[in-house]
T-cell receptor
Framework: EAGVVQSPRYKIIEKKQPVAFWCNPISGHNTLYWYLQNLGQGPELLIRYENEEAVDDSQLPKDRFSAERLKGVDSTLKIQPAELGDSAVYLC???FGGGGQETQYFGPGTRLLVL | GNSVTQMEGPVTLSEEAFLTINCTYTATGYPSLFWYVQYPGEGLQLLLKATKADDKGSNKGFEATYRKETTSFHLEKGSVQVSDSAVYFCALSNRGAQKLVFGQGTRLTINP
């Protein structure tokens, strides 16, 4: 069974440029998460989807970040414009259900460097 | 709010040594507890989990017991191998918030 797929794996951009990350969750997983992982720290949730509905986006900086999950499968996270402080790893995860006990499966992440 | 505090790293051990990585948590209600591992260049993988008090999670020789009275979920392994070198994250998930809250991670290096 294929795991969570993310692309690109690495991205280098200049500040003020836009950037987008793509995630394909495990087939059948209705819940999708985007996490931000800064260097030397644990991941922090940006947004959680149940099917196509964003049910928790309280930590998403909405002035520059946006996300969508059309048709409740793939998801895209966008930053526009990027700032130096956005350099980090962006992780996507998926799970079946959302009750809190289920296992979240993570993709390899997209490592973003903003120059 | 919910939070996880992990033993600070980095931790360096010799092969076959006994490993303990401490993890304590603060949470409302009855969270589920997890240990995730991140090998170099790879994504996070679930190592083990426990969903209620006194449960023991185990996998690949690693164990952790959900201790509600001490709000702890310490990771242990009796004899580590070089291949165990990685970053280990303790995390909790609360039914109410339905998201993983991670500790800062502990980098483990095992020398042959």
């Amino acid at each position: 069974e294929a795991g969570v797929v993310q692309s690109p794996r690495y991205k280098i951009i200049e500040k003020k440029q836009p950037v987008a990350f793509w995630c394909n969750p495990i087939s059948g997983h209705n819940t999708l998460y985007w996490y931000l992982q800064n260097l030397g720290q644990g991941p922090e949730l940006l947004i959680r989807y149940e099917n196509e509905e964003a049910v928790d986006d309280s930590q998403l900086p909405k002035d520059r970040f946006s996300a969508e999950r059309l048709k409740g499968v793939d998801s895209t996270l966008k930053i526009q414009p990027a700032e130096l402080g956005d350099s980090a790893v962006y992780l996507c995860a998926s799970s079946f259900g959302g009750g809190g006990q289920e296992t979240q499966y993570f993709g390899p992440g997209t490592r973003l460097l903003v120059l | 709010g919910n939070s996880v505090t992990q033993m600070e790293g980095p931790v360096t051990l010799s092969e076959e040594a006994f490993l303990t990585i401490n993890c304590t948590y603060t949470a409302t209600g009855y969270p589920s507890l997890f240990w995730y591992v991140q090998y170099p260049g790879e994504g996070l993988q679930l190592l083990l989990k426990a969903t209620k008090a006194d449960d023991k999670g185990s996998n690949k020789g690693f164990e952790a017991t959900y201790r509600k009275e001490t709000t702890s979920f310490h990771l242990e392994k009796g004899s580590v191998q070089v291949s165990d070198s990685a970053v280990y994250f303790c995390a909790l998930s609360n039914r109410g918030a339905q998201k993983l809250v991670f500790g800062q991670g502990t980098r483990l290096t095992i020398n042959p």
